[in-house]
């Protein structure tokens, strides 16, 4: 009789089939899924571009991709990872409570968000250490997990770290509506006329530690933070040289700061108190440019894009995502290895701003409307007669510059181009003995508006 053999048996019979157990391309598709349509929701024009609603289109983005894996790994694989629909639920469940509520839960979600994150992520690990046998798949979502956890710890410590600084620094001056935000307003010293000082591109009232006080022991000097950074709030609207301006002047009758004042801006501070000036002549006594952006005219400067009045804003979009990373400390971080010449009070009120989610995004929707601030500063074309201090640094300046100074000095037939030898752009605010050059000068504009005479050379 012959012995028909028999096949052994297979020892995966009945499990599915190879394709089947192709987990590491279902964890690399999910992945890609999430940040795909993480992406594409930011970019959707039915989203408003804030940072708690953006933040809220990438959670629920995030949280679509580990649905995916949960459905797609059970369906298709032999490996179902059902623990992934924790994260998708937690993920997808912040993002629809920013989408639909916004900026009124940001506060309490700060301090909920860190725990719940490292909680998701501490699960994550030990799940799939348990059931996910794809070791493609697992260090896939190793680096996931790593950025969770460091996420979590930097987020955590910078919630902890801006309630200690709102304690710390505690608001000098005050806040006053100037229209839909409030600005914060400090002046101290005493005497006429007032000083008025207009920090760099993307600064605060902090910066001019040393300046403030040294000018008030001579008259009356006011600093101020411009929309979304410092201890003011931020504007809807384009911050441009004629907003920014505009929005001064009526903070300064608001405060019931009289005028007329000595404007003294620095960097793109220059370009604010030069459309100032050409807007409110009547209300500027004296000017002080502290190696000021110059001016140009429309006819010299590229097209500009479009602006915040459009349905839909792009630059406003990347501005609040780069917001929303002040969220894990981001701005903390740069902001401790900055602003080490200041005096130690104005120094740790610079970096403690400089941690905050609105000056980042403040900083570049200044820049964005830099052509149209420079093109709004060319309208002051004469500074009249009035007194009028130019300051220059000598170092790291770009082929022009100083021709572009002495432009700016000859708006007035009462002035003076002074450049200050060994200074930086910077140094002229932030270094105790070139703060002092510029101090003077400030001073300078000031005598010679009290005793009408010609500024002091």
Same mark, same amino acid.
């Given at each position: ?12 019979? !009945? ?24 992406? $594409? ?10 940072? &708690? ?5 990438? $959670? ?6 580990? /649905? ?46 860190? #725990? ?9 690990? =030990?799940?799939?250490? %348990? ?10 979502? *190793? #680096? ?6 460091? /996420? ?21 001056? %005050? ?9 914060? +307003?400090? @002046?101290?010293?005493?005497?006429? #006329? ?5 920090? !760099? ?15 008030? $022991?001579?008259?009356?000097? @006011? ?13 809807? &609207? %384009? ?21 007329? *004042?000595? +404007?003294?801006?620095? &960097? ?47 630059? !406003? %979009? ?11 400390? =981001?701005?903390?971080? *740069?902001?401790?290895?900055? *602003? ?39 309208? $002051? ?26 432009? +700016?000095? /000859? ?7 002074? =450049? ?15 703060? /002092? ?21």
């Amino acid at each position: 009789m012959t012995t028909i053999p028999t096949a052994p048996a297979r020892q995966d019979q !009945g499990r599915p089939p190879g394709p089947r157990r192709r987990i590491g391309l279902i964890v690399a598709g999910s992945l890609a899924f999430g940040v795909v349509s993480a992406l $594409l929701l930011v970019l959707a024009p039915f989203i408003p571009p804030e940072e &708690s609603r953006l933040t809220g289109a990438v $959670l629920l983005g995030f949280g679509l991709g580990w /649905a995916l894996l949960a459905v797609l790994s059970a369906r298709v694989t032999d490996q179902p990872q059902r623990w992934a629909a924790v994260p998708a639920a937690v993920m997808g469940l912040g993002g629809l409570l920013l989408l639909l509520v916004g900026s009124s839960i940001q506060a309490v979600l700060s301090w909920v968000w860190p #725990p719940a994150l490292l909680a998701v992520a501490i699960w994550i690990a =030990v799940s799939i250490h %348990r059931h996910l046998h794809s070791r493609i798949g697992r260090w896939l979502l *190793y #680096p996931v997990i790593a950025l969770m956890i460091v /996420a979590s710890i930097g987020g955590g410590y910078e919630t902890v770290m801006e309630s200690v600084d709102a304690r710390a620094h505690p608001l000098p001056g %005050r806040l006053i509506d100037v229209g839909g935000h409030r600005l914060h +307003l400090s @002046c101290t010293g005493s005497g006429s #006329p007032t000083v008025v000082l207009e920090p !760099g591109g993307g600064e605060m009232s902090a910066v001019l530690g040393w300046i403030a006080p040294a000018v008030a $022991l001579g008259t009356r000097v @006011c600093v101020y933070d411009r929309a979304g950074r410092g201890w003011s709030e931020p504007a809807d &609207s %384009r911050q441009d040289a004629a907003r920014i301006a505009t929005d001064l002047r009526t903070l300064l009758h608001r405060g019931d700061v009289p005028g007329p *004042y000595v +404007l003294a801006g620095h &960097s793109f501070g220059g370009l604010y108190v030069q459309t100032f000036a050409a807007r409110f002549p009547q209300d500027v006594a004296g000017l002080v440019l502290i190696d000021s952006t110059a001016p140009v005219p429309a006819a010299n400067l590229p097209a500009e894009p479009p602006d915040e009045g459009d349905s839909y804003n792009l630059m !406003g %979009r990347v501005s609040a995502l780069v917001s929303a990373s002040a969220r894990i400390g =981001v701005g903390r971080l *740069y902001g401790q290895f900055d *602003y080490v010449t200041l005096p130690p009070a104005a120094r740790d009120e610079a970096r403690a701003s400089v941690a905050k989610g609105g000056q980042l995004g403040s900083t570049i929707d200044e820049y964005v409307a830099a052509n149209a601030s420079m093109e709004q500063a060319a309208a $002051l074309v004469s500074f009249a007669g009035k007194p009028l201090v130019v300051l220059s640094a000598d170092q790291g300046n770009a082929p022009g510059w100083t021709a572009k100074q002495a432009a +700016l000095a /000859a708006l007035s037939a009462n002035s003076r181009l002074d =450049v200050v030898e060994g200074a930086t752009h910077a140094s002229l605010v932030s270094d105790e003995g070139d703060a /002092a050059v510029t101090t003077q000068a400030i001073l300078d504009v000031v005598a010679s508006v009290r005793s009408a005479e010609p500024v002091a050379r």
